[in-house]
Structure formats: C-alpha cells, structure tokens
C-alpha cells in the first residue's frame, strides 16, 4: 500500500484521480492542493502546510471531517518539502500528484 500526497501543480480529474485516491491507504494534500481534493469529494487524512492557499470553507470542513492539520508556518521551504519532511520517518512508499504545473517557482523547486 502507499500514501497519495496531493500538491498544488495540476492534478488530473476524473477516473485517474479517484482511482489513485481509492487505492491509497492515506491521502495527504500540501496546502492549497486541499482545495482540489475538495471540490473532488476526497476525503483527507492529512493536511500539511502553512496554510496560507487553503480556501476558508475547505478549511473547516477538514476540521469538521476529522482531518489531521498540520501547521508548519516557516517559509523556508515549500509546502512539499515541509510534507515530505513529515512523512519521510514513516518510510511509506508515496505517490505524488499535481508536482508540475501552477506558479513555475513552485515547479522548479519541486524539481
């Protein structure tokens, strides 16, 4: 099994996107990637970020579906790296959806 950890670039719709979801053991989203998983009807079992792209609505329904928020307000690295930060000691295999695409500054620091 393997975690599915969302980011903010461009993530695919449809079959792709729920079939990635409905075989991950858990889905994370970094920051702003929260909203996309929202407005799919994912469910989230981690948030990771400083918060600053998550949309105020998708916010509270994380914290009223029971989501783990994990707030990690320093802007030295991006929210990826402040997410593969977290996950990295678990040593869980990851699949990573939306890393390109968006802002080109995000891009390349994905990269």
Not at 46 to 59: C, R, T
Not at 66 to 84: M, R, S
Request: proline share 4%; with cysteine; net charge negative.
């Amino acid at each position: 099994m393997h975690s599915l950890l969302l980011l903010g670039g461009e993530l695919p719709t449809g079959e792709l996107l729920v079939r990635e979801a409905e075989a991950a053991l858990r889905i994370i989203a970094a920051d702003g990637a929260a909203n996309h998983a929202f407005r799919h009807g994912l469910r989230l079992d981690q948030l990771v970020g400083d918060l600053d792209s998550v949309e105020p609505i998708v916010l509270e329904h994380c914290r009223a579906s029971g989501t783990e928020i994990t707030t990690v307000p320093e802007q030295e690295n991006n929210d990826f790296e402040k997410a593969l930060r977290l996950l990295a000691p678990d040593g869980q295999t990851l699949r990573i959806l939306g890393l390109t695409g968006g802002r080109t500054d995000h891009l390349m620091a994905n990269l």
